[in-house]
């Protein structure tokens, strides 16, 4: 029986590598609290503009496409995981245990990193919520909201809280306010660029929302929040507004609106809603510069009329289990080429993966049900690592494909 250590995610832990609360600490996190009751937290928002046409080409190119299963090796694992492709090697995070367990293409084991323990190479983080890669080592958020890096040799360099201000938000200004947005923890994005850290979000407050609140919501919330590393702050807030196709059906299409979204290494952002068949591109200051892309093949968009944030809360949950929306983005830049996972829906036996290169859609496939993109080891592209608990396996995807002659 494996016991699963979970430390109290509502606590900061007094160990000698989490963050030490100096006096100079104190200042400034009672400096922000007063900057933010000045300016009532204010921060760089983006305007909307979805008023570009699409370039949307389809020129089918691709040909026998190579999909093989690879079984990873056994590990001691919560099955609460996460996956990324870094440095050529396929990477595993336990959520519970904390540990960062390194593979091979062949499925075996080579390393393990952190763990629950106070040592510089270990952690208290308690409980991991996501993680990315960094160029310089490794970002983990916990379910706290804090924020820990580590080198590239997985030993602790820095941890930091940022202050949120308990207030009564004023309807007009709420959307401008970064403390008012928190993680999507059960559907997260993390991505990273240049140090900095985004996720997609969402607006912490039961009054306002896509429901009570629809016009309003859809010109004003942002999706995507970004995180200052170096200045332990928030950035700006992205992806603000909706596209046209959620004016329609808007009560419909609630419980699908978040964003799936990649940064390439230029700076790039690309970006796909839930419920939209679109892909947005924007530039590094997050100006729009085109917009592309084709509805997935056979997906049930028949989706729940919720009409009460109740109804969302009651229906989250079964309603992404059993219906079709666009699930997972991720930008390849070894080979230039973009792909784009969607769920079809329960009854469909495979869900499907859209290919771009340049724009243009080259390819448009059945995968194994919650096939997601993860990366490219030459010459395969990976899946995420998909966990079954039940059959106590972890699987991975590896996929080729030759373009027509």
């Not at 606590?11 to 400096?31: A, C």
Request: aromatic letters at 16%; charged letters at 25%.
């Amino acid at each position: 029986m494996v016991e699963i250590v979970i430390e109290n995610s509502c606590r900061l832990e007094k160990s000698r590598h989490t963050y030490n609360y100096t006096i100079m600490n104190i200042i400034k996190v009672f400096s922000l609290f007063l900057i933010c009751v000045i300016t009532g937290c204010s921060s760089k928002k983006t305007t909307p503009n979805f008023n570009i046409e699409p370039t949307s080409t389809k020129e089918y190119s691709i040909e026998n496409v190579f999909i093989d299963t690879l079984r990873l090796d056994s590990i001691v694992t919560s099955f609460e995981i996460e996956s990324s492709i870094n440095n050529d090697k396929i990477y595993l995070v336990d959520k519970y245990f904390n540990y960062i367990y390194e593979y091979n293409t062949m499925g075996n084991v080579l390393n393990r990193y952190l763990g629950t323990g106070r040592a510089r190479n270990e952690t208290t983080i308690g409980q991991i919520a996501t993680h990315t890669f960094l160029d310089d080592g490794l970002f983990l958020l916990n379910q706290s909201g804090a924020y820990y890096y580590y080198d590239k040799h997985y030993n602790f360099k820095d941890m930091f809280i940022i202050s949120y201000v308990n207030q009564e938000w004023n309807r007009l200004n709420i959307y401008e306010i970064p403390q008012a947005y928190t993680q999507r923890y059960s559907d997260i994005v993390c991505r990273q660029y240049e140090g900095n850290v985004y996720f997609n979000v969402h607006l912490a407050h039961e009054q306002v929302n896509i429901i009570s609140s629809t016009k309003e919501h859809l010109r004003k919330n942002a999706n995507i929040l970004e995180i200052n590393s170096k200045m332990h702050d928030f950035g700006r807030l992205l992806a603000v507004g909706y596209p046209k196709s959620y004016y329609e059906d808007t009560y419909n299409k609630a419980i699908m609106s978040s964003v799936n979204f990649d940064i390439d290494k230029k700076g790039t952002f690309y970006v796909t809603y839930e419920a939209d068949s679109l892909i947005y591109v924007y530039d590094k200051d997050f100006t729009m510069l085109k917009c592309y892309g084709f509805a997935g093949r056979d997906m049930d968009l028949d989706y729940t009329l919720t009409t009460t944030p109740k109804e969302v809360g009651k229906n989250y949950r079964t309603e992404r289990n059993t219906k079709g929306y666009y699930n997972w983005l991720e930008y390849v830049d070894e080979t230039g080429v973009l792909f784009r996972s969607y769920k079809k829906g329960e009854k469909a036996t495979f869900d499907g993966l859209q290919i771009y290169k340049n724009g243009v859609m080259i390819g448009d496939i059945d995968v194994p049900k919650g096939f997601k993109l993860l990366g490219y080891i030459k010459p395969y592209y990976y899946s995420h690592i998909i966990a079954d608990d039940k059959k106590e396996t972890l699987t991975i995807y590896k996929l080729k494909y030759n373009f027509q002659e």
